[in-house]
């Protein structure tokens, strides 16, 4: 009996071990994403942006290097600059946050372009957005569809 109960303690530790170990190398674990929102539109409209805050909590550098969603055939990472005296948008090819930082995407910022919807977004609606980062990081993250965001201040 006394074998029974050893092997019993064992395996329940060596699975707790192993559970911890495995959450603690899952990176998206240390991805945070908050105040995700996509801007409303007119329905005749086919592009909108999507704005968030990526905070990476990792040791390393994280790359956002594309994103998807449901809702519309193209997703693109765009930076909002000033050019003289004009704002240009710009799309970029990835978008780099250091360690220990966060990135605003945000109006007059970076953000996302949801290029030719299929179909109009509602107001108060959720969207599904997948963040794919390199080495393989895949984070999805809902955003509410809303003229002003989620107590974002424009």
Same mark, same amino acid.
């Given at each position: ?54 905070? $990476?909590?990792?040791?390393? /550098? ?11 055939? %193209? ?9 003289? /005296? ?7 090819? /990835? ?30 609606? %959720?969207?599904?957005?997948?963040? $794919? ?22």
């Amino acid at each position: 009996m006394k074998v029974l109960h050893r092997r019993f303690w064992f395996f329940l530790i060596a699975g707790l071990l192993l559970a911890a170990v495995s959450q603690a190398q899952d990176p998206s674990q240390k991805i945070l994403v908050s105040n995700a929102w996509i801007r409303a539109m007119p329905p005749s409209m086919k592009t909108t942006a999507a704005y968030l805050t990526i905070e $990476n909590t990792t040791g390393a /550098e994280l790359v956002l290097q594309s994103a998807g969603t449901t809702v519309a055939r %193209t997703v693109e990472i765009h930076r909002m600059e000033q050019v003289g /005296e004009v704002m240009k948008m710009k799309a970029i090819g /990835e978008l780099r946050i250091p360690a220990g930082e966060r990135a605003e995407l945000a109006p007059k910022g970076y953000h996302l372009m949801l290029i030719d919807l299929l179909r109009p977004l509602q107001e108060g609606e %959720t969207i599904p957005l997948a963040l $794919n980062f390199s080495g393989g990081t895949t984070v999805h993250v809902d955003a509410v569809v809303s003229k002003w965001g989620t107590g974002a201040s424009q």
